[in-house]
């Protein structure tokens, strides 16, 4: 108590000159439309700014949950557009009885919590598996392309053949003419890939998209890839087209595991004309 009386006995001139100046204040503001209109868009204007600190502070923490949302309706959105478009090839067909029609690709939805884009052999690792029905050799994909090819599954987890691997194969074409080559990595730049078994009597020119072919029991067709960078030497047996990924792989989060409700059947007949 004496340390509070103190303090206004020592600071008591101050403490009036503070009281007078409030008051002279007030009434310049509450006489003056000038001074209010002053005050008040002054207060707004530093109101104003801090609420939309505030809000933008909550929508960068808000992220995390609004890019999960995001992908969640991808992924559903895929499964939506997967069954309309085979329901319509039903329709189109002279196949009448749908009771027994499977859709053919079902999209399920991961996150990516480990990703390798330096080594020679790269993985990345997704928080689904055998639970969420994963299995192995089942297509990975974002919405800017493909990711990879997984490899081997656990309950929760699954760990992913990168397409940025050196024993990575896949089946790829030019969307523009159709012609198939297969597609791997040199183990050298992680933003390009190679395409090479092309026939040499295909167009080529710098800029044309590659996509999946759909010659494999994995990945659909027409999954994009990326774009012709480099050709080469044309007209040889051996040209290797040099490949920009769409994708960044250096920076994956989500993306989509397709299984495909066709594969076991198709190798079965495979396998069977082999033998």
Known sequence: ???????????RYFLFFLFLEFIALTFIFNNLNFHKSKLVNSTNTLTGGLFETLNNSANYFDLKSKNLSLSEENTRLRNLLAKKSTNSTIEDSVIT??????????????????????????????NKGA?????????????????????HVGNKYTRVQSILNKKSK??????????????????????????????????LNIGDTIETGGKSTIFPEGVLIGAVTNVGEKNTINNTIEVTLFNDMSNLNYVNVIKNF?????????NNIDE
């Open 1 to 11: 108590m004496q340390q509070i009386i103190y303090f206004f006995q020592k600071f």
């Open 131 to 151: 639970n969420q029905n994963i299995s192995k050799e089942m297509a990975v994909i974002n919405s800017k392309g493909i990711v990879g090819i997984t490899e």
């Open 262 to 270: 066709d594969k076991i059947e198709i190798q079965q007949i495979e």
């Open 170 to 203: 896949i089946n790829a074409r030019l969307k523009n003419t159709g012609y198939f080559g297969t597609l791997s990595w040199n183990g050298e730049n992680y933003k390009n890939v190679q395409l090479s078994d092309i026939p040499r009597q295909a167009p």
């Open 97 to 126: 009885d749908t009771t027994s029609y499977n859709q053919k690709y079902a999209y399920t939805n991961a996150k990516v919590i480990n990703n390798n884009y330096t080594k020679a052999f790269n993985f990345l690792t997704i």
